[in-house]
Antibody
């Protein structure tokens, strides 16, 4: 059974730092691209960051670029999100999500097929 | 960035109703469109990928259609467990933007 379990959330002051972890099991972690997606209280979903299976390709949303760092340890089946210079607007539930590839008329298309339960990050003084 | 819109933002329906939710992209995204269901306090769940492909284990009352800029999620006969918020997401380009969501509640 595929499982993704986030941890590391909590209350942090503005300007502070936090490191989120996502422990993966039930699949070959090193073969999959991974993402972080967040959801502010009562709001919709916002993609945050992507990392390729090897870790060689990384993308960030403009809202977190320069402040957040995504990484992974394939030997430990773990995904991480280092969050620095946190702001009130970063308050959200953070989900890790596995990215898989399907095909339509021979073209690859990606989607998030498994999600963790989420970890709440609250930025407040 | 590609902008995604959804309509309606919310709807009230009864068990057994046919429900249709629309998603529109700000530019053509071919069939790079996914649909997710989210219940309160839970993680999103993939329903449809590539605009019309049903994810394994998802009931056949869910279906998706469309290509280019206009897409539709249809629930053929609404069940009690279908009351939730539904999001579309484009995977044509990074960032993979989500729509604002459509909340389906009980009439």
């Amino acid at each position: 059974e595929v499982q993704l379990v986030e941890s590391g959330g909590g209350l942090v002051q503005p300007g502070g730092s936090l490191r989120l972890s996502c422990a993966a099991s039930g699949f070959t972690f090193s073969s999959y691209e991974m993402n972080w997606v967040r959801q502010a209280p009562g709001k919709g979903l916002e993609w945050v960051s992507y990392i390729s299976s090897s870790g060689s390709t990384i993308y960030y949303a403009d809202s977190v670029k320069g402040r957040f760092t995504i990484s992974r340890d394939n030997a430990k089946n773990s995904l991480y999100l280092q969050m620095n210079s946190l702001r009130a607007e970063d308050t959200a539930v953070y989900y890790c999500a596995r990215e898989s590839t399907g095909y339509s008329y021979g073209s690859p298309l990606n989607y998030f097929d498994y999600w963790g339960q989420g970890t709440l990050v609250t930025v407040s003084s | 960035d590609i902008q995604m819109t959804q309509s309606p933002s919310s709807l009230s329906a009864s068990v057994g109703d046919r429900v249709t939710i629309t998603c529109r992209a700000s530019q053509s995204i071919s069939s790079y469109l996914n649909w997710y269901q989210q219940k309160p306090g839970k993680a999103p769940k993939l329903l449809i990928y590539a605009a019309s492909s049903l994810q394994s284990g998802v009931p056949s009352r869910f279906s998706g259609s469309g290509s280019g800029t206009d897409f539709t999620l249809t629930i053929s006969s609404l069940q009690p467990e279908d009351f939730a918020t539904y999001y579309c997401q484009q995977s044509y380009s990074t960032p993979g933007t989500f729509g604002p969501g459509t909340k389906v509640d009980i009439k």
